[in-house]
């Protein structure tokens, strides 16, 4: 489930990267992204993200992805939401709620692993129900897991929609993953912080895409909706 990366004429891993992009050679996976997660879908999803963070830090191809960490994006907080003001539509209560669990979160470091980077449900593929493999490793690098379990389990099945998933579910997935590859307590506590960031850089660009006339309020109001639900449960593991 996972595509091979191909080495171009020079043997390197990746192309020649233009204005700091780059761009991976991989082989095609079959299937499409789930429009409605089962329990068995989503299992699938959960264990494959688990099977990838379990390689450790060890990255097995050349890799120029940048280092996916909490302590990067806490740097960049202020910019964030600098991003989320232009939108009077977002639930400003929701804002300041997810930016207090952020603030009071703090500089924190956790296990490194590899990360897929940009693990939304719209990059795993099914046919039918069955798992087919992951797409769009460009961002690929070492980093923090909640990276890909906060920013995957908070989107939606197409690269521009709302969450997908209930808080059930998500809750549910955080289990598997749990008993698939434990999550160390320190991470577990910072949990709700970490979805609060996603969350929020996940409605920013919502808003703008709801701005440009391409997405619907409801797709960010479902967003919204699972991201009040994650900030009101005192523990989501």
């Known amino acids: ?3 091979h990366l191909v080495r171009n004429k020079n043997w390197k891993w990746y192309l020649t990267p233009w204005d700091g992009a780059v761009v991976y050679l991989m082989t095609a996976v079959p299937g499409k992204s789930c429009k409605s997660h089962t329990k068995e879908t989503l299992d699938q999803y959960i264990e494959w993200l688990a099977a990838i963070h379990s390689w450790g830090e060890q990255y097995p191809h050349d890799n120029r992805g940048s280092l996916a960490t909490w302590n990067a994006k806490w740097e960049e907080r202020h910019e964030l939401l600098k991003t989320l003001e232009p939108f009077d539509l977002l639930d400003q209560d929701l804002i300041t709620r997810a930016i207090q669990e952020i603030e009071a979160l703090g ?3 956790f296990t490194t692993v590899i990360v897929h980077g940009d693990a939304r449900l719209c990059h795993a593929l099914y046919e039918g129900e069955k798992f087919s493999g992951f797409i769009d490793f460009d961002q690929s690098t070492q980093g923090e897991r909640w990276m890909d379990l906060c920013y995957g389990l908070i989107s939606g099945p197409e690269p521009h929609s709302g969450s997908q998933l209930t ?9 598997h993953y749990h008993e698939w590859l434990k999550i160390p307590p320190d991470e577990r506590a910072a949990l709700k912080a970490c979805f609060a960031y996603a969350g929020l850089e996940t409605l ?33 593991l």
């Open 204 to 236: 920013s660009e919502l808003a703008l895409f709801h701005q440009r006339g391409v997405l619907a309020i409801e797709e960010i109001r479902r967003t919204e909706g699972l991201l009040m639900g994650i900030m009101n449960t005192k523990e989501l």
């Open 107 to 109: 500089l924190q470091t």
């Open 167 to 175: 808080l059930k579910q998500v809750q549910y997935a955080l289990r």
């Open 1 to 3: 489930p996972i595509p």
